[in-house]
């Protein structure tokens, strides 16, 4: 596993979820361990699950329609949050400096805390393409990796089916008052690699009719609910499990760094800023 930016060794640790209070294992950064998400750096798209649990149920849904892909979630503008354009010179750097290649951007994705305010931006990027991909063909994309990836011989396409080998994602705090880095990996968000699950699974439970995308909450990066409003109904979906939560059931519980934390989150949000110039 490499280090990030020669910010210290990685360790492997236990986050407790500030959502659900699930505790999930992945590689970390000490230096953010304390208060936020750790910065999260797989070999694979991050999951609860192995690859082929995941995949099993798409490839047995013949009903997914690849040419929905969801609408792009809201939210609020976070108080004091740094400039979306920063955000996107420091991501750019991140992504090109753990992939070592050249990456195209694509849309940020927002997501928020249960109050609907952003806090934080995940940034997908294509590695040596001359512009990213539109969303029907990544959805295309993805969905040919999964037929393949049904075959006897089919498994050296089931990363494929997640994004990796061409594409990086890069996840970054909108606000100062947080670790700037959250999340840092190979491979797509769940934005798109789940798309049609998600949006399967609401409608479903709405009773079909047209349920949209309006929100993404995010705790950390593998804890994060897909909410859904169709009319005056709303769900979540949780991207992982593809389990529906009840609006309200949710808690945030974030806790609040100590002053020494304060201190070393400025400090990094230099380091970071400083990529940008």
Request: proline share 8%.
């Amino acid at each position: 596993m490499n280090t990030l930016l020669g910010l210290g060794k990685t360790a492997v640790l236990q986050y407790s979820s500030a959502f659900l209070g699930r505790v999930a294992t992945f590689v970390a950064f000490p230096h953010s361990i304390a208060a936020f998400p750790p910065v999260f750096v797989p070999t694979h798209p991050r999951s609860r699950t192995s690859w082929r649990r995941l995949l099993v149920p798409l490839l047995l849904a013949p009903a997914l329609s690849l040419a929905a892909p969801l609408d792009y979630p809201g939210g609020k503008a976070p108080q004091n949050g740094v400039p979306l354009g920063q955000l996107k010179k420091i991501a750019q750097a991140v992504g090109e400096r753990i992939s070592g290649v050249k990456l195209a951007a694509g849309k940020p994705i927002p997501y928020c805390n249960l109050d609907g305010e952003i806090v934080a931006y995940e940034f997908p990027f294509c590695a040596d393409c001359s512009s990213f991909p539109s969303d029907a063909q990544i959805l295309s994309e993805l969905g040919l990796a999964r037929k393949r990836a049904a075959d006897p011989d089919g498994k050296k396409f089931e990363k494929q089916a997640w994004g990796v080998g061409k594409y990086w994602s890069v996840t970054l705090s909108s606000t100062e008052d947080r670790y700037p880095m959250r999340e840092a990996m190979e491979g797509l968000p769940r934005f798109f690699t789940m798309s049609e699950a998600v949006q399967e699974k609401a409608r479903g439970r709405m009773g079909g009719g047209s349920a949209k995308l309006a929100r993404i909450f995010y705790a950390s990066p593998v804890e994060q609910f897909f909410e859904f409003q169709d009319g005056a109904n709303t769900i979540l979906v949780d991207p992982f499990s593809l389990e529906i939560r009840v609006p309200g059931k949710l808690k945030d519980k974030a806790r609040i760094p100590s002053e020494e934390q304060k201190k070393d989150i400025r400090r990094q949000w230099r380091k970071f800023k400083s990529m940008a110039l």
